[in-house]
């Protein structure tokens, strides 16, 4: 298990089967020490809640959904944001508003995603033991995911990008 005290994760969803929110419910029984917020809403968003309560899981909370101010606040107190996934994900928009504020993440290792982390290690594969090497090692290395941000996605950045796709046509 990582040997960090207390670090606190947020997941912002949709509270569906491709989210693959089993993984973190799993996770969060093997990491006890990691506080696991989970942001969205679905589904299967009673079903999760009745399964932390039925597994008397008190380091993972469903939120559902809130406002953005709130949202915005519970990510600039997270450590890290997790994006589990299983299929169906388009591009890493999540990703990218966590890196805006400066916020590492891990992410799974499927469809967009890998297009748009920060680094090949802070991806993992469907299993609770890849979730934890790829926040081991992200919490090991504290990347400037600001400065990726700002030389990759930033507004200036993507007018930029646009400019030259059309001035090629």
């Not at 693959?20 to 589904?43: C, E, Q, R, S, T």
């Not at 299967?44 to 939120?63: C, E, G, P, S, Y």
Request: proline share 4%; glycine share 4%.
């Amino acid at each position: 298990n990582i040997n960090i005290e207390s670090p606190r994760a947020i997941i912002i969803r949709s509270i569906e089967v491709r989210s693959n929110l089993n993984l973190i419910i799993d996770f969060a029984k093997a990491n006890k020490y990691m506080h696991i917020d989970v942001y969205g809403k679905g589904p299967l968003l009673m079903d999760m809640r009745q399964t932390v309560a039925k597994d008397n899981l008190t380091n993972i909370i469903f939120h559902g959904f809130v406002n953005d101010d709130e949202l915005f606040k519970s990510l600039t107190k997270a450590d890290i944001m997790i994006v589990p996934a299983l299929w169906g994900e388009g591009f890493g928009l999540p990703v990218i508003e966590a890196y805006s504020v400066g916020l590492d993440v891990v992410a799974s290792n499927v469809c967009a995603l890998p297009e748009v982390i920060y680094s090949n290690e802070y991806l993992f594969e469907p299993n609770v033991k890849s979730l934890e090497s790829a926040i081991k090692k992200n919490f090991i290395s504290k990347s400037n995911v600001q400065d990726y941000y700002y030389s990759n996605f930033s507004k200036f950045i993507i007018v930029n990008k646009y400019k030259q796709l059309y001035n090629k046509c």
